[in-house]
Structure formats: structure tokens, C-alpha cells
């Protein structure tokens, strides 16, 4: 009888956790960054990034794989101010290379230190952490509840920032089932009633599929015509 309590006891526990987190309805900024923290690198992934605003449209293919990562860059503008932008970026380790398809430049960039290859959009919201704190009373961390994003299940939180002239809310998906950010939107104005959209951000993932030829290292007989300058770090 003992073992067969046991076992109830166990189940029965089991079954509270679970529905614990089927109805939990709220996340503190630290369950979060736990959440986020849980995340893993994979040492294989493809992300497809968008961005775009009503100046710009960005298209990003990003390459992980054996440490090596690889962004192919491509943003289409209307505005005058800002210019079109055709590059790759590689990461490799104690090298970042910038080649600029446009102006037919190729900047290298030596360091002694590897680089850390990480999924972007974690990086950013852990800035935002870093910029905006921990402290929940402060009123600047929200959590807004969860939503259903292109067939995910995602919770959704804010970060407001208060000037004297303007606020910025900056809103982040996170898909419960992976742990990882799939949008983000930044929204600006004078006042809470006048918000603007001014930044949308999204992710999609894939894993597994990278193969060599899409991390090609870096060679320079690939680039002829272009203008190259190395640096090196004098620390």
C-alpha cells in the first residue's frame, strides 16, 4: 500500500505542476530572463529576420553552424537619409569579417578574444534588461498576457520608457514552446494616447539544416575588385 501512495502522490503532484503552468497567467520579468537563459545556442540554426518600418525593410539570413556564423544583409529604403545596404557579416573565431557588396569594401576586424555567437533578438532583450532594470514597482516591466502568433502560443511583455517629452514601449513575443523571442515592436510618442509604431522585428527559426557551403569561410580571392582594411585589436 506504501508503494502504491507513493506513486499516487507522485502523480498526483505531477498533474499540479502541469496545470500550474497550463493556467498561469502571469510572468515577473525574472521568470522571464529565466525562461530566455534556458535557451541553448544550437550549434546548427537558420533564422530568417525581418525588419521594417515606413522608411526601411530589412531581410536578414543568419548561418550558425561549427561556431561560425554568417548574416547575409539586405535593407531597401525610401527615405534619403538612409542608404540601401547589400552585405555579409561572418563571425569566425577571433575574426569578423564585413563585406559590403555595395561599395565593394571588405573591412576585417581581428580580436583576441572569440566573439560570442548568440541568437539575436535574446542578445537585444537583455539589453534592454540591462538599460531598463529589474525592478518590477518601478512600473517599467510589464507582463500583457499571451497571445497567439502565426500558430504560437506566446506570452507577451513591455518595457516603457518615460521622458520628459516622449514615451517608448517596447513589446516582446516569446513562443512557450521553445523559450524564444519570435517578435518584437517598438512604439514611440508624446503621450500614452498617441503611440506610434515605429520598429517591427521578427524571427523565424530553423534547425538542423545549415549545411557547409552555407557557412563558407572567408577568402579573399572571392573578392576581387574590392577594397580590403584590416584592424586589429591594439589591446
Not at 45 to 58: R, W
Not at 120 to 136: I, T
Not at 145 to 153: L, R, S, V
Not at 163 to 189: M, P, T, V
Request: hydrophobic residues 35%; proline residues 1%.
Amino acid at each position: 500500500m506504501t508503494k502504491v501512495r507513493t506513486i499516487f502522490l507522485f502523480f498526483f503532484v505531477a498533474i499540479l505542476v502541469l496545470f500550474y503552468f497550463a493556467i498561469k497567467n502571469y510572468y515577473t520579468l525574472d521568470e522571464v530572463c529565466k525562461l530566455l537563459n534556458s535557451v541553448k545556442l544550437p550549434s546548427n540554426v537558420y533564422l530568417k529576420e525581418y525588419e521594417y518600418s515606413d522608411e526601411y525593410t530589412y531581410y536578414t539570413d543568419i548561418y550558425i553552424k561549427d561556431n561560425i556564423e554568417k548574416s547575409y544583409l539586405k535593407r531597401k529604403t525610401s527615405s534619403l537619409d538612409i542608404s540601401d545596404i547589400d552585405a555579409i557579416c561572418i563571425y569566425e573565431n577571433q575574426k569578423t569579417v564585413d563585406i559590403d557588396n555595395i561599395n565593394k569594401m571588405v573591412t576585417i576586424f581581428n580580436d583576441e578574444e572569440n566573439n560570442d555567437i548568440y541568437i539575436p533578438n535574446k542578445h537585444s532583450f537583455f539589453n534592454s534588461v540591462e538599460q531598463h532594470g529589474l525592478d518590477e514597482n518601478l512600473g517599467i516591466y510589464k507582463y500583457c498576457g499571451k497571445e497567439n502568433m502565426e500558430g504560437k502560443k506566446c506570452i507577451k511583455i513591455s518595457f516603457t520608457d518615460k521622458k520628459e517629452n516622449e514615451i517608448n514601449i517596447d513589446y516582446y513575443y516569446i513562443d512557450i514552446e521553445s523559450n524564444l523571442i519570435i517578435k518584437f515592436q517598438s512604439y514611440s510618442g508624446e503621450n500614452i494616447k498617441e503611440l506610434e509604431l515605429i520598429r517591427t522585428i521578427t524571427w523565424e527559426y530553423q534547425f538542423d539544416v545549415v549545411k557547409d557551403s552555407d557557412i563558407k569561410k572567408f577568402d579573399i580571392n572571392d573578392y576581387p575588385g574590392y577594397e580590403i582594411h584590416e584592424f586589429k585589436n591594439e589591446n
